[in-house]
């Protein structure tokens, strides 16, 4: 059955970089795009960026000049990072495939001194 | 970007009544998904494809709508539909989502 799970640090220091990993199964990401979402904590959903089934990316113009997408088909794993991290980069980061119709669990980051 | 505004933000409703969650957009998309959030759990698909029931989700749930104004509607309220309900626009990009109805019980 389809499956993504996200893993990741808790707690990223002000101005360092978070990098995320979403591990997925029952799908190939050769045939599926995978996208990225953030909640914070209380709030409504963002889109972060995708990565789609042939590698080019899309990102959240607010974010792109600090995102990178991207992936190892072999490990059927996706990486997110992001760098210059803010206290408002605290949310919970959710992967999702394709036209959002399955999710992970949710990751909580925590931006903090 | 498109704009996705839903109303009302909260509202509360009898077991048994009927509830219409709204959601406009600021410029025409070619279909609508919603999705169901309960407290500390990932959002789920509920409707795709504007009127299509995702699987598992109960037939009193509906969807419809074109252009720039879709809803959800729940013909007759039960406690287990108490969740915060999201739209989300995958015509063009930046995907976006509305800010979310929370729905609650009398």
């Known amino acids: 059955q389809v499956q993504l799970k996200e893993s990741g640090p808790g707690l990223v220091q002000p101005s360092q970089t978070l990098s995320l990993t979403c591990t997925v199964s029952?799908?190939?990401?050769?045939?599926?795009?995978v996208h990225w979402v953030r909640q914070p904590p209380g709030k409504g959903l963002e889109w972060v960026g995708a990565?789609?089934?042939?590698?080019?990316?899309d990102y959240n113009s607010a974010l792109k000049s600090r995102l990178s997408i991207s992936r190892d088909t072999s490990k059927s794993q996706v990486f997110l990072k992001m760098n210059s991290l803010q206290t408002e980069d605290t949310a919970i980061y959710f992967c999702?495939?394709?036209?959002?119709?399955?999710w992970g669990q949710g990751v909580m980051v925590t931006v903090s001194s | 970007e498109i704009v996705l505004t839903q109303s009302p933000t909260t509202m509360a409703a009898s077991p048994g009544e009927k509830v219409t969650l709204n959601c406009l957009a600021s410029?025409?998309?070619?279909?609508m998904n919603w999705y169901q959030q309960k407290s500390g759990a990932s959002p789920k698909l509920w409707i795709y494809?504007?009127?299509n029931l995702a699987s598992g989700v109960p037939n009193r749930f509906s969807g419809s709508g074109s252009g720039t104004s879709y809803s959800l509607t729940i013909s007759s309220m039960e406690a287990e539909d108490v969740a915060t309900y999201y739209c989300l626009q995958l015509s063009s990009y930046p995907l976006t989502f509305g800010s979310g109805t929370k729905l609650e019980i009398k």
């Open positions: 990565i789609w089934s042939g590698g080019s990316t």
């Open positions: 410029s025409s998309v070619s279909y």
């Open positions: 999702t495939r394709r036209n959002c119709d399955y």
């Open positions: 029952g799908f190939s990401l050769t045939s599926n795009s």
């Open positions: 494809g504007t009127s």
